[in-house]
């Protein structure tokens, strides 16, 4: 067997038949996660930088094109590239609160 | 399947751990130095935490049969403070020739600020001055790529370092890429929730081959999996990965990085059939 591949060993039946499943509990909690925030006690988050970059996120999973992966990372990331002056919280928050004004030019970067 | 576990953090774990990772296959595994969860106040406890990672960690893994070996460093979270990190640098060099040291790490970037690459940076001429290799951390969620660029640029621009003696760690998707076109080693992070799950470590190996790749647990103090390799190797072989190819990732890779130190000593449980 060759050591080194580039594409999925098994057939799109044989993943289908291993991980729907599993897939499928993941797409409905998204979809619980959505009408929960609808049921909210308050309609505080819409504008909220990680519910926007989520909502985003969602869009490129309908998308057609191999790359989604990659692009959903890009969406959750700080694009921006100047080192911060002096650090102003530990942890991260998984969704960039900082604005990039040449996003575009960004993203073509990605491999 | 026999297998090392490049990134634990055993000082957050159990004896029961090391344990059930002898019982999974492990035969060794490496300690890089990071972040308590908190802050440490003086060098001191560096010191202390120094002289268990090179004395009693590797004491209680051998009871289990595993191979302890690990980096020195200190971490990024703590990197902004420039007056402790200066601290602990002159301290370092005691513990370099302890015999389970392989070399500095893991370095690397948190939030991505000034100070924390000027502490990232005198950790690399720390490394060139000794002549260790290297095992870098890169930051989390949203900073990682911005993080992994900048550890990237830097290392390429400075020339002095091989690139080969350099492991990226915590590589994702949109990260990989660059680290393996810069001719550095990765790993990718078995690590749930924050990181990468087995399924998508997976995809990457499919992707982009086995050449310079590993995978580790990061198992430390928060949610995470001491178990996490033989998860991996489970998910290999459910997506119809040979035997070959999935030892080549879990044991053969991490020999040829680790054992550009002389230190690092091959698990024996496997020596022949690799040097054979
Ligand atoms: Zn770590």
Same mark, same amino acid.
């Given at each position: 067997m060759a050591t080194d591949v580039s594409s999925c060993p098994l057939t799109q039946r044989q993943l289908i038949d291993e991980y729907f499943i599993e897939h499928r509990t993941k797409v409905l909690d998204i979809a619980a996660f959505l009408d929960r925030m609808d049921r909210a006690a308050a309609r505080d988050g819409e504008d909220d930088f990680r519910f926007i970059a989520f909502r985003e996120t969602l869009r490129e999973l309908c998308s057609g094109v191999p790359g989604r992966i990659e692009r959903v990372q890009m969406i959750l990331s700080d694009r921006t590239t100047e080192p911060l002056a002096e650090l102003d919280r530990k942890a991260a928050y998984g969704a960039s609160i900082q604005r990039v004004p040449e996003q575009e030019e960004v993203r073509d970067g990605i491999h | 399947m026999e297998y090392i576990d490049l990134h634990a953090h055993m000082v957050s774990r159990t004896t029961d751990d090391y344990e059930r990772m002898a019982l999974s296959g492990c035969l060794a595994l490496t300690e890089p130095a990071f972040w308590a969860g908190y802050d440490r106040r003086s060098v001191d406890v560096f010191a202390d935490y120094f002289d268990r990672l090179t004395d009693f960690e590797p004491k209680r893994a051998a009871l289990y049969g595993i191979q302890h070996y690990t980096w020195l460093c200190l971490n990024p979270k703590e990197g902004e403070d420039r007056e402790l990190t200066r601290q602990v640098l002159d301290i370092i060099p005691e513990f370099l020739d302890k015999p389970n040291v392989l070399g500095i790490g893991e370095i690397g970037l948190n939030r991505v600020t000034r100070n924390e690459l000027a502490t990232f940076n005198d950790h690399v001429d720390l490394a060139v001055a000794h002549d260790q290799l290297i095992h870098i951390h890169t930051p989390h969620l949203e900073d990682k790529y911005k993080g992994t660029k900048a550890i990237v640029d830097a290392l390429v621009a400075d020339g *002095? !370092?091989?690139?080969? *003696? !350099?492991m990226v760690d915590h590589a994702e998707e949109h990260t990989l890429p660059m680290i393996l076109e810069g001719g550095f080693w990765t790993g990718i992070t078995l690590y749930p929730t924050t990181k990468t799950s087995p399924g998508r470590a997976v995809d990457m190996v499919e992707r982009y081959g086995s050449e310079r790749i590993c995978v580790a647990s990061a198992c430390d103090w928060g949610p995470s999996d001491p178990l996490a390799v033989p998860r991996f190797i489970l998910e290999m072989r459910r997506r119809g990965h040979g035997e070959d190819f999935i030892r080549k990732i879990v044991f053969e890779n991490p020999v040829a990085f680790l054992g550009q130190s002389p230190k690092f000593q091959l698990p024996q449980a496997r020596a022949a059939s690799v040097v054979g």
């Amino acid at each position: 067997m060759a050591t080194d591949v580039s594409s999925c060993p098994l057939t799109q039946r044989q993943l289908i038949d291993e991980y729907f499943i599993e897939h499928r509990t993941k797409v409905l909690d998204i979809a619980a996660f959505l009408d929960r925030m609808d049921r909210a006690a308050a309609r505080d988050g819409e504008d909220d930088f990680r519910f926007i970059a989520f909502r985003e996120t969602l869009r490129e999973l309908c998308s057609g094109v191999p790359g989604r992966i990659e692009r959903v990372q890009m969406i959750l990331s700080d694009r921006t590239t100047e080192p911060l002056a002096e650090l102003d919280r530990k942890a991260a928050y998984g969704a960039s609160i900082q604005r990039v004004p040449e996003q575009e030019e960004v993203r073509d970067g990605i491999h | 399947m026999e297998y090392i576990d490049l990134h634990a953090h055993m000082v957050s774990r159990t004896t029961d751990d090391y344990e059930r990772m002898a019982l999974s296959g492990c035969l060794a595994l490496t300690e890089p130095a990071f972040w308590a969860g908190y802050d440490r106040r003086s060098v001191d406890v560096f010191a202390d935490y120094f002289d268990r990672l090179t004395d009693f960690e590797p004491k209680r893994a051998a009871l289990y049969g595993i191979q302890h070996y690990t980096w020195l460093c200190l971490n990024p979270k703590e990197g902004e403070d420039r007056e402790l990190t200066r601290q602990v640098l002159d301290i370092i060099p005691e513990f370099l020739d302890k015999p389970n040291v392989l070399g500095i790490g893991e370095i690397g970037l948190n939030r991505v600020t000034r100070n924390e690459l000027a502490t990232f940076n005198d950790h690399v001429d720390l490394a060139v001055a000794h002549d260790q290799l290297i095992h870098i951390h890169t930051p989390h969620l949203e900073d990682k790529y911005k993080g992994t660029k900048a550890i990237v640029d830097a290392l390429v621009a400075d020339g *002095r !370092v091989q690139p080969g *003696r !350099v492991m990226v760690d915590h590589a994702e998707e949109h990260t990989l890429p660059m680290i393996l076109e810069g001719g550095f080693w990765t790993g990718i992070t078995l690590y749930p929730t924050t990181k990468t799950s087995p399924g998508r470590a997976v995809d990457m190996v499919e992707r982009y081959g086995s050449e310079r790749i590993c995978v580790a647990s990061a198992c430390d103090w928060g949610p995470s999996d001491p178990l996490a390799v033989p998860r991996f190797i489970l998910e290999m072989r459910r997506r119809g990965h040979g035997e070959d190819f999935i030892r080549k990732i879990v044991f053969e890779n991490p020999v040829a990085f680790l054992g550009q130190s002389p230190k690092f000593q091959l698990p024996q449980a496997r020596a022949a059939s690799v040097v054979g």
